[in-house]
T-cell receptor, first 117, second 115 residues
Framework: DTAVSQTPKYLVTQMGNDKSIKCEQN?????MYWYKQDSKKFLKIMFS???????INETVPNRFSPKSPDKAHLNLHINSLELGDSAVYFC????????????????FGPGTRLTVL | AQSVTQLDSQVPVFEEAPVELRCNYS??????LFWYVQYPNQGLQLLLK??????LVKGINGFEAEFNKSQTSFHLRKPSVHISDTAEYFC?????????????FGGGTRVLVKP
């Protein structure tokens, strides 16, 4: 009963290709996120969706396009992959409802390690 | 905008010794504070959080942290570490009022517990 799952776990691809990473959460949360962790372990927010609506879009190249078909899913599509896109991408979810004890806690998926050759 | 500084990039410590990981933040608004742990090749797991109330927060696995508003710090402590505590630890903040609840992370502190 994985809370936040991501597929694939590893992704190795050539420069210029297009790839997607999928994320699903079964926690009933209303908000989902994508974070990028670089080779020095630094974590930075990329996107956030609340109830399928984009609410955070940090300075990320247009080649990255998130899509949220429903509250439980947030996918990340990357066009024309570059060497600098190599990183670990983490999906996370949280609940912003006032009644929840776990409000504001972000639950992270296991990560997708993307290697661009 | 917020920023988070974790003053130590690596902390070696002997098993059963205490450990303190330092975290300072900068923000023009009120923030929520978090500590996450990342074991090798895994995702992040929440250790503890401070939203309001008592400034001493207890978390999982025997960790605790103290929020000090005047010093804008949120240091993490454990009185006696185990080998299994070897991991990367991240301090993070979020703006209490901003939409989206994004986390701003520090650079991480790698804890290596030696037998």
């Amino acid at each position: 009963d994985t809370a936040v799952s991501q597929t694939p776990k590893y992704l190795v691809t050539q420069m210029g290709n297009d790839k997607s990473i999928k994320c699903e959460q079964n926690l009933g949360h209303d908000t989902m996120y994508w974070y990028k962790q670089d080779s020095k372990k630094f974590l930075k927010i990329m996107f956030s969706y609340n109830n399928k609506e984009l609410i955070i879009n940090e300075t990320v190249p247009n080649r990255f396009s998130p899509k949220s078909p429903d509250k439980a899913h947030l996918n990340l599509h990357i066009n024309s992959l570059e060497l600098g896109d190599s990183a670990v991408y983490f999906c996370a979810s949280s609940e912003t409802g006032l009644a929840r004890r776990d409000r504001y806690e972000q639950f992270f998926g296991p990560g997708t390690r993307l290697t661009v050759l | 905008a917020q920023s988070v500084t974790q003053l130590d990039s690596q902390v070696p410590v002997f098993e059963e010794a205490p450990v303190e990981l330092r975290c300072n933040y900068s923000s023009s608004v009120s923030v929520y504070l978090f500590w996450y742990v990342q074991y090798p090749n895994q995702g992040l797991q929440l250790l503890l959080k401070y939203l309001s109330g008592s400034t001493l927060v207890k978390g999982i696995n025997g960790f605790e942290a103290e929020f000090n508003k005047s010093q804008t710090s949120f240091h993490l402590r454990k009185p006696s570490v185990h080998i299994s505590d070897t991991a990367e630890y991240f301090c993070a903040v979020s703006d209490q009022w901003a939409a989206g609840n994004k986390l701003t992370f520090g650079g991480g502190t790698r804890v290596l517990v030696k037998p």
